[in-house]
């Protein structure tokens, strides 16, 4: 199975700051990668899919980049409203699997 | 726009079989060709695919759960569903319905705790 490590697992930012948060495959997975916030008590929302497009309604602020292993969602100026967890999910191999989450909080 | 409903109950004897269902509103399950997929997140913990079934029938488990997982669809219904046998406290999650490979439409997510 594919393992996907994110990073840092905690992100202290203050809004208006540019956030980047990293994900690395323990093998490739082309682009086959998404991303999703959650918020506590709601179930994810998907971000970014395929590595660098934004999913329908997402803000122009959240980007996507990278391929193979490595990947990067930046968030550009934070909104309150950003702060939450982020996983990255493979879909290149099955069984799918998310990362263990960055946690981004105010500073 | 497609909106999915877990329903099960919320709480579960050890081994025995966790059973919930998930209800397709405002679309068809057999229209387009997507996957159904169960996922479930551990209080405080990251996030497991359980499997997924294919508008045709054809389904993927994690081999993690491979040798006590159901997953079927009921298109009479509008539902699919996820059977879970011999459960212990492991299995006491969130767990989530979705649709695609790529989940823009989730659940709501249900409960569900192992117990005696």
């Known amino acids: 199975e594919i393992v996907l490590t994110q990073s840092p697992a905690t992100l202290s930012l203050s809004p208006g700051e540019r956030a980047t948060l990293s994900c690395r495959a323990s093998?490739?997975?082309?682009?086959?990668l998404a991303w999703y916030q959650q918020k506590p008590g709601q179930a994810p929302r998907l971000l970014i899919y395929d590595a660098s497009n934004r999913a329908t309604g997402i803000p122009a602020r959240f980007s996507g980049s990278g391929s193979g292993t490595d990947f990067t969602l930046t968030i550009s100026s934070l909104e309150p409203e950003d702060f939450a967890v982020y996983y990255c999910q493979q879909r290149s191999n099955w069984p799918y699997t998310f990362g263990q989450g960055t946690k981004l909080e105010i500073k | 726009q497609v909106q999915l409903q877990e329903s099960g109950p919320g709480l579960v004897k050890p081994s025995q079989t966790l059973s919930l269902t998930c209800t397709v509103s405002s679309g068809s399950i057999n229209s387009g060709t997507y996957y159904w997929s169960w996922i479930r997140q551990p209080a405080g913990k990251g996030l497991e695919w359980i499997g997924r079934?294919?508008?045709?029938?054809?389904?993927n488990y994690n081999p993690s759960l491979k040798s006590r997982v159901t997953i079927s669809l009921d298109p009479s219904k509008n539902q699919f569903s996820l059977k879970l046998s011999s459960v212990t406290a492991a299995d006491t999650a969130v767990y989530y319905c979705?649709?695609?490979?790529?989940?823009?439409?989730w659940g709501q997510g249900t409960m569900v705790t192992v117990s005696s």
């Open positions: 079934i294919y508008t045709s029938g054809s389904t």
């Open positions: 093998q490739s997975v082309s682009t086959y």
């Open positions: 979705a649709r695609g490979d790529i989940p823009f439409i």
